[in-house]
């Protein structure tokens, strides 16, 4: 694998690096101002970053092994490169000089399981910078400017989950995150308890349009009810005076938040499964972003003993699912689940656990 000093003949001037997510409990309630629980996993993203010796940018990924080169006025790349100059570009339009860079991009986050390889690399890259040119960001004025550059340079007009919990979550506890105020708790594990992340194996296929479109959707039942958000809403059974498919979108979001919030009551690990056992039943039934494979998975992680309880992660529509298991099982139980699944002819890969 090349390094920085091999693709740019020099030393970098600063290393930064972020870290990939999963997220434990409240899924698609971040764009509507509701409450979610991720945590960090171990993979992470790292940046090497030094001056250009000319005016233009020069980005690398070694994971793709693929140069990207952008001079002052040129449009925004596409691939890996538009994030990192998204990132650049968040910056500028905040008041902010960035000379030309040269950028090196090693990832260990899979690109496409739901686990925010993409706010990885923001957060990383918008952290990079910070310390390069001494810019006076805290970490959730980064994960911001990472969303930012998501929504501008991607075209996701996705929440602030994925960038907060990469900016502000670790390893070792969960990040309970109210979306709308911003306000957050580190949380322990619940007691006994680890967790299993295993992909799927199935690409996400339709993840933004399907992604866009949910959001659409809860857009309109806030409207049918007259309030900001569905986080103003916390009764379920409101959403029968709506319309399908949009009664069962705003039921997912509602019933969704209320689990979340069960979490601050310091509940077993026992009680936490259940709740992840009901996200994923919603998320299947009501929000439709399940596909058969996650479907699969799942059920065979709910039945294998040692589970609390587990969930598809993510947007959906393919990528990985999450477990709650007994403290100290987890390798044993990956194992076993991924065997299991993999004879159903899928190709699963254990990333925590
Ligand atoms: C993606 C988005 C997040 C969040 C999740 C679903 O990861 O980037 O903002 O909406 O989907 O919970």
């Known amino acids: 694998m090349m390094d920085y000093i091999q ?23 971040d764009y509507n101002d509701g409450f979610v629980l991720p945590t960090a996993i171990p993979q992470h993203t790292t940046v090497a970053i030094g001056r250009s010796p000319n005016d233009r940018h020069h980005f690398y990924s070694a994971n793709l092994e693929e140069q990207v080169d952008i001079g002052p006025s040129e449009s925004t790349p596409t691939g890996f490169a538009r994030y990192v100059d998204g990132c650049i570009r968040v910056l500028e339009q905040s008041g902010h000089k960035i000379p030309p860079l040269n950028i090196f991009v090693n990832s260990s986050v899979p690109i496409g399981s739901g686990l925010s390889s993409s706010a990885a690399l923001e957060v990383a890259t918008l952290r990079g910078l910070r310390s390069l040119l001494n810019l006076n960001l805290d970490d959730v ?16 007009s996705c929440g602030i989950l994925d960038q907060m919990a990469s900016s502000l979550a670790d390893t070792e506890h ?13 949380l322990p594990f619940p007691e006994g308890a680890e967790i299993v992340v295993i992909d799927s ?15 659409a959707e809860c857009e309109e039942a806030a409207r049918q009810f007259g309030v900001k958000a569905l986080r103003d809403v916390s009764n379920p059974q409101v959403t029968d005076s709506l319309p399908d498919p949009i009664r069962k979108r705003a039921r997912h979001v509602i019933t969704e938040n209320n689990r979340v919030l069960k979490v601050l009551d310091g509940i077993s690990a026992e009680t936490f499964g259940e709740l992840m056992n009901a996200s994923h039943a919603s998320l299947r039934d009501d929000y439709e972003v ?49 065997t299991q699944y993999n004879q159903l002819g899928h190709k699963g890969l254990i990333l925590v656990g």
């Not at 969960?174 to 580190?186: N, V």
């Not at 309880?309 to 699912?321: H, Y």
């Open 141 to 156: 004025k980064i994960a911001q400017l990472g969303q930012q550059a998501e929504i501008q340079y991607a075209g996701v």
């Open 7 to 29: 693709i740019f003949n020099a030393a970098p001037d600063v290393e930064a690096s972020a870290p990939g997510r999963v997220n434990l409990l409240g899924e698609h309630t």
């Open 174 to 186: 969960m990040l309970f995150l109210d979306t709308r105020t911003l306000d957050r708790k580190i």
């Open 290 to 338: 399940s596909v058969p494979a996650l479907d699969q998975l799942v059920d065979i992680l709910q039945n294998t003993p040692g589970v609390f309880g587990a969930r598809l992660t993510g947007a959906g529509f393919g990528g990985a699912c999450v477990a709650l298991v007994r403290l100290g099982e987890g390798k044993t139980i990956a194992q076993k689940g991924l």
């Open 201 to 215: 194996g199935v690409a996400r296929s339709l993840a933004s349009s399907g992604y866009n479109q949910r959001r």
